[in-house]
T-cell receptor, first 116, second 113 residues
Framework: EAGVAQSPRYKIIEKRQSVAFWCNPISGHATLYWYQQILGQGPKLLIQ????????DSQLPKDRFSAERLKGVDSTLKIQPAKLEDSAVYLCASSLDGMRGRDGYTFGSGTRLTVV | DAKTTQPTSMDCAEGRAANLPCNHS???????VYWYRQIHSQGPQYIIH???NNETNEMASLIITEDRKSSTLILPHATLRDTAVYYCIVRVDLNFGNEKLTFGTGTRLTIIP
């Protein structure tokens, strides 16, 4: 089974620029998550989709971050404009249906963003 | 906020069993304990999960105390490739039966040759 695909692998931008990340979850996985991981910390959930609907975006900084999953498959996460503190690894994960007792999430390798 | 407490770091000799503790004293009766690990420059990898019974799979064993307030992840024969950050997570429920995983800072396990 193919894993969760993310691109690009690395990105360097200047502050106030825009950036977008792409995620292709495992085929058939209804639930998709975006996490932000700052160096030295554990991943923090930004947004969770169930198919193409948002389940939880309580920790997404909506003034600059946006995410969509239009057809319930691929997803994009955008930052506009970027700040220095947005430097982090952005991880995408998917799970079959988010129901209790499943084996858990599968994570992609992430996109490392550096804002200078 | 994470609902678990883990040591910041641990060392283990190669070939020995690595025992990683986790405290989750406020766990609810219907919350699962999950373990993930993250090797440098990779995304977190699922290891094992359990509710109240001990669990074992090809990667590790999970021992949960009878009161469910703590657990231990056991890697039976640690290798250098097990060097990683290990996260113990109590799964928080959202609506519609969906869950979210809230990560803490984890335990940095170093396997010593």
């Amino acid at each position: 089974e193919a894993g969760v695909a993310q691109s690009p692998r690395y990105k360097i931008i200047e502050k106030r620029q825009s950036v977008a990340f792409w995620c292709n979850p495992i085929s058939g996985h209804a639930t998709l998550y975006w996490y932000q991981q700052i160096l030295g910390q554990g991943p923090k959930l930004l947004i969770q989709f169930q198919n193409n609907g948002v389940v939880d975006d309580s920790q997404l900084p909506k003034d600059r971050f946006s995410a969509e999953r239009l057809k319930g498959v691929d997803s994009t996460l955008k930052i506009q404009p970027a700040k220095l503190e947005d430097s982090a690894v952005y991880l995408c994960a998917s799970s079959l249906d988010g129901m209790r007792g499943r084996d858990g999430y599968t994570f992609g390798s992430g996109t490392r963003l550096t804002v200078v | 906020d994470a609902k678990t407490t883990q040591p910041t770091s641990m060392d283990c000799a190669e070939g020995r069993a690595a025992n990683l503790p986790c405290n989750h004293s406020t766990i609810s009766g219907n919350e699962y304990v999950y373990w993930y690990r993250q090797i440098h420059s990779q995304g977190p990898q699922y290891i094992i999960h359990g509710l109240k019974n001990n669990e074992t799979n090809e990667m590790a064993s999970l021992i949960i105390t009878e009161d469910r307030k703590s657990s231990t992840l056991i890697l039976p024969h640690a290798t250098l490739r097990d060097t990683a950050v290990y996260y113990c997570i109590v799964r928080v429920d959202l609506n519609f039966g969906n869950e979210k995983l809230t990560f803490g800072t984890g335990t940095r396990l170093t396997i010593i040759p």
